[in-house]
């Protein structure tokens, strides 16, 4: 590697003053991104970083292979009201998944609704679908270039037209019907200051009742709380069309609180049924005023019990089905029996229980893997569940409630043979000695010399569990002969309430060193060697990579922190990153701020240190995490690299932080990822 020459750009001299600490931020004026200085320093970023990913011999054969095996039909999970049947598929190469209805699950699928003609370049994706009750109506959402931003519309499903309604400014929810069909619940922002729409901050959510055929502006306004502007809504009509059950969250925080409105009585009140934080509560169904929940309440690994109405104080509660030594990921109750799926040392173990919470079976899962669906009405005899694995691209399973019987409903078929590579599962020390679990998948046969590339991939926020997942990128990586690493960080959800807390805020430090530890591992079990080592995540898993690479930038050989949260003491600044206080802390709490400060990659970069070859990717449309983020960490790390290894930034045009991304960006963006990493990594073949 030659030093590189990187555009040249003004560092300022903004310093802010946080609970005493004085706070170098040179690059604030990037958080500006529609001034001519921000768009000159991206269009010389990209200009850079696109030259040199065009001179990388290995890209085209790279490219073509991930089209070659992205080249296959992918599914949603069907879904059923009023005796029909929903699901998505994308024929391949796609830019976006269409829509279809069946009216026997032996029926030919009919076209309902084809995002890609919405727009030339496959930027327009569907985001929400909600069926009314008789299966006659669907409430279907709009993004545009990646935005959290949604516009609703109504479709006919027998003719596929739409109706007139429009509702604009959704946000953060879907479209519950009302049982009679007339209309449905979401829930919305005020409309943006105008050319704020990606940046500006979003308060006070507010839910809404939309009537068909009338214009939004005399939508019902069915509940607000202009004294929590931080509270959030998700209004959702029961199966029997009684209630209103209204989620209320805190931005990101896992306590909830349950509201309800009783639908049978015209102007009912609200009622708080649970309004402490108090925990988890997710509501999965009712038997008239018996209303079921899941919730980790006295019971961090997660548990199922029976609330009634009218007798809802604590001591009236009933445990349904208790908690297991597995953490709980996810319970349904479709026709009448619960599915409860648990995650067994970060895998999917499915039972099924009675209404009394009585255990019937456990469903056989083709093995080490991520299972989820399972969904569906009261009234229903069937359902639908996925299946995926690291070597499986997705397979939909038909589920009949009554045998327990599992038939492949959907199987995709992809050009490379699964029976090639081998998933194991390791256990390795952190720096405090707790055991973490992590994934190794590679080709059968490969060697243990300690010259295998490798990605180490990570996340380890938020309560969300990485589990087994196919990736088309990691197995062309595979295919030329690459390992790939999945650690299961403290942060997640891996292992119930007490693995999350470990990994947020004062603690957010054991994440960092769990994935520290991972990489060392590695190399110390002769799998791999620093200068074949690249790290990699996505959102708070490219906070991730930033910490790690800012605290050991001896220890990697590549980094690519995608879409990453990279200042932490300006994050709630911007769009939703409010809510993510709930997990980071905040720099108005003193010790808190001095946490943040430790390990906010931005602030933590030192002039004249060799760091890693660095690829960051961001969206320029991107509001969840702002790309200012990924702006001005690359410039200071620009500022501050004193090795020869490149630090370049690719930002993507009409793109968000990922949800909706067209085929096409996607498949590009992970064959430049690739291509860079057998470059700075110095892979032949």
Same mark, same amino acid.
């Given at each position: 590697?030659?030093?590189?020459?990187?555009?040249?750009?003004?560092?300022?001299?903004?310093?802010?003053?946080?609970?005493?600490?004085?706070?170098?931020?040179?690059?604030?004026?990037?958080?500006?991104?529609?001034?001519?200085?921000?768009?000159?320093?991206?269009?010389?970023?990209?200009?850079?970083?696109?030259?040199?990913?065009?001179?990388?011999?290995?890209?085209?054969?790279?490219?073509?292979?991930?089209?070659?095996?992205?080249?296959?039909?992918?599914?949603?999970?069907?879904?059923?009201?009023?005796?029909?049947?929903?699901?998505?598929?994308?024929?391949?190469?796609?830019?976006?998944?269409?829509?279809?209805?069946?009216?026997?699950?032996?029926?030919?699928?009919?076209?309902?609704?084809?995002?890609?003609?919405?727009?030339? *370049?496959?930027?327009?994706? #569907?985001?929400?679908?909600?069926? !009314?009750? %008789? =299966? /006659?109506?669907?409430?279907?959402?709009? +993004?545009?270039?990646?935005?959290?931003?949604?516009?609703?519309?109504?479709?006919?499903?027998?003719?596929?037209?739409?109706?007139?309604?429009?509702?604009?400014?959704?946000?953060?929810?879907?479209?519950?019907?009302?049982?009679?069909?007339?209309?449905?619940?979401?829930?919305?922002?005020?409309?943006?200051?105008?050319?704020?729409?990606?940046?500006?901050?979003?308060?006070?959510?507010?839910?809404?009742?939309?009537?068909?055929?009338?214009?939004?502006?005399?939508?019902?306004?069915?509940?607000?709380?202009? *004294?929590?502007?931080?509270? #959030?809504?998700?209004?959702?009509? !029961?199966? %029997? =069309? /009684?209630?209103?059950?209204?989620?209320? +969250?805190?931005?990101?925080?896992?306590?909830?609180?349950?509201?309800?409105?009783?639908?049978?009585?015209?102007?009912?009140?609200?009622?708080?049924?649970?309004?402490?934080?108090?925990?988890?509560?997710?509501?999965?169904?009712?038997?008239?005023?018996?209303?079921?929940?899941?919730?980790?309440?006295?019971?961090?690994?997660?548990?199922?019990?029976?609330?009634?109405?009218?007798?809802?104080?604590?001591?009236?509660?009933?445990?349904?089905?208790?908690?297991?030594?597995?953490?709980?990921?996810?319970?349904?109750?479709?026709?009448?029996?619960?599915?409860?799926?648990?995650?067994?040392?970060?895998?999917?173990?499915?039972?099924?229980?009675?209404?009394?919470?009585?255990?019937?079976?456990?469903?056989?899962?083709?093995?080490?893997?991520?299972?989820?669906?399972?969904?569906?009405?009261?009234?229903?005899?069937?359902?639908?569940?996925?299946?995926?694995?690291?070597?499986?691209?997705?397979?939909?399973?038909?589920?009949?409630?009554?045998?327990?019987?599992?038939?492949?409903?959907?199987?995709?078929?992809?050009?490379?043979?699964?029976?090639?590579?081998?998933?194991?599962?390791?256990?390795?020390?952190?720096?405090?000695?707790?055991?973490?679990?992590?994934?190794?998948?590679?080709?059968?046969?490969?060697?243990?010399?300690?010259?295998?590339?490798?990605?180490?991939?990570?996340?380890?926020?938020?309560?969300?569990?990485?589990?087994?997942?196919?990736?088309?990128?990691?197995?062309?990586?595979?295919?030329?002969?690459?390992?790939?690493?999945?650690?299961?960080?403290?942060?997640?959800?891996?292992?119930?309430?007490?693995?999350?807390?470990?990994?947020?805020?004062?603690?957010?430090?054991?994440?960092?060193?769990?994935?520290?530890?991972?990489?060392?591992?590695?190399?110390?079990?002769?799998?791999?060697?620093?200068?074949?080592?690249?790290?990699?995540?996505?959102?708070?898993?490219?906070?991730?990579?930033?910490?790690?690479?800012?605290?050991?930038?001896?220890?990697?050989?590549?980094?690519?922190?995608?879409?990453?949260?990279?200042?932490?003491?300006?994050?709630?600044?911007?769009?939703?990153?409010?809510?993510?206080?709930?997990?980071?802390?905040?720099?108005?709490?003193?010790?808190?701020?001095?946490?943040?400060?430790?390990?906010?990659?931005?602030?933590?970069?030192?002039?004249?240190?060799?760091?890693?070859?660095?690829?960051?990717?961001?969206?320029?449309?991107?509001?969840?995490?702002?790309?200012?983020?990924?702006?001005?960490?690359?410039?200071?790390?620009?500022?501050?690299?004193?090795?020869?290894?490149?630090?370049?930034?690719?930002?993507?045009?009409?793109?968000?932080?990922?949800?909706?991304?067209?085929?096409?960006?996607?498949?590009?963006?992970?064959?430049?990822?690739?291509?860079?990493?057998?470059?700075?990594?110095?892979?032949?073949?």
């Amino acid at each position: 590697m030659t030093p590189f020459t990187y555009p040249d750009f003004p560092r300022q001299n903004v310093v802010d003053q946080i609970q005493g600490v004085p706070v170098p931020d040179p690059y604030r004026w990037l958080e500006d991104d529609h001034s001519p200085q921000t768009e000159a320093w991206v269009t010389a970023q990209n200009e850079l970083t696109f030259k040199y990913l065009a001179r990388i011999p290995a890209r085209p054969r790279i490219f073509d292979r991930m089209t070659e095996l992205w080249n296959y039909e992918k599914y949603s999970i069907p879904f059923g009201w009023g005796g029909r049947y929903f699901f998505t598929r994308n024929d391949g190469l796609q830019n976006q998944a269409v829509l279809y209805w069946l009216d026997r699950l032996d029926s030919e699928p009919r076209l309902l609704l084809d995002p890609n003609i919405l727009s030339a *370049d496959g930027t327009i994706a #569907l985001t929400s679908v909600a069926i !009314s009750k %008789d =299966g /006659r109506r669907v409430a279907y959402g709009l +993004s545009g270039a990646g935005s959290d931003w949604v516009e609703m519309h109504v479709r006919q499903v027998d003719t596929g037209e739409d109706l007139p309604d429009l509702v604009q400014w959704v946000k953060f929810s879907g479209a519950s019907w009302a049982v009679d069909g007339k209309g449905f619940f979401y829930s919305r922002y005020d409309a943006p200051v105008e050319g704020s729409d990606f940046k500006s901050q979003n308060y006070f959510h507010k839910l809404y009742f939309h009537k068909l055929g009338e214009p939004q502006s005399t939508d019902r306004l069915v509940y607000q709380r202009p *004294d929590h502007k931080e509270w #959030l809504f998700n209004g959702e009509v !029961s199966d %029997d =069309g /009684r209630y209103l059950v209204i989620t209320v +969250s805190q931005g990101t925080q896992v306590e909830n609180a349950i509201f309800y409105q009783d639908l049978s009585i015209p102007g009912s009140p609200v009622i708080e049924l649970l309004p402490a934080f108090d925990a988890e509560y997710q509501f999965l169904g009712n038997d008239g005023t018996h209303f079921y929940f899941r919730t980790d309440l006295v019971a961090p690994l997660g548990q199922v019990i029976t609330i009634d109405l009218s007798h809802p104080a604590r001591p009236a509660w009933q445990e349904l089905i208790p908690q297991s030594q597995d953490a709980l990921d996810f319970a349904n109750l479709t026709g009448d029996q619960f599915f409860v799926g648990y995650l067994h040392a970060a895998h999917s173990l499915v039972k099924v229980f009675s209404l009394a919470g009585e255990l019937l079976r456990q469903v056989e899962l083709p093995g080490i893997g991520s299972a989820g669906g399972f969904s569906g009405s009261r009234q229903v005899l069937d359902a639908f569940y996925l299946y995926t694995s690291f070597t499986d691209p997705g397979t939909i399973y038909h589920y009949n409630l009554e045998t327990g019987q599992s038939t492949v409903f959907r199987q995709p078929a992809v050009g490379f043979s699964p029976q090639d590579y081998v998933t194991d599962q390791v256990f390795y020390p952190s720096k405090d000695g707790t055991a973490i679990p992590m994934f190794l998948v590679h080709k059968k046969g490969m060697p243990r010399d300690g010259k295998n590339p490798t990605i180490l991939y990570g996340y380890g926020g938020f309560n969300i569990s990485v589990t087994p997942v196919f990736s088309v990128p990691w197995l062309v990586w595979m295919e030329m002969g690459g390992l790939v690493a999945v650690a299961n960080l403290r942060g997640g959800g891996e292992y119930g309430k007490a693995w999350h807390e470990a990994g947020m805020k004062l603690c957010k430090q054991n994440v960092f060193d769990d994935f520290i530890a991972a990489a060392e591992w590695l190399i110390e079990s002769r799998y791999t060697r620093t200068s074949r080592l690249a790290i990699m995540g996505r959102s708070n898993g490219g906070l991730l990579v930033g910490a790690c690479m800012t605290q050991r930038p001896d220890l990697f050989g590549a980094c690519l922190p995608a879409v990453g949260v990279l200042d932490m003491l300006r994050f709630q600044k911007f769009t939703i990153g409010w809510a993510w206080v709930s997990d980071y802390g905040s720099v108005d709490d003193s010790a808190e701020f001095r946490a943040l400060l430790a390990y906010s990659p931005y602030h933590n970069l030192k002039p004249g240190t060799a760091y890693p070859a660095t690829l960051v990717t961001t969206g320029d449309h991107d509001d969840r995490v702002f790309p200012a983020h990924s702006f001005k960490f690359t410039a200071a790390l620009q500022a501050a690299q004193a090795g020869p290894a490149p630090v370049l930034i690719r930002v993507e045009t009409r793109a968000g932080h990922g949800a909706g991304k067209p085929t096409t960006k996607q498949i590009e963006e992970s064959a430049d990822k690739l291509a860079f990493l057998v470059k700075v990594l110095e892979i032949v073949g």
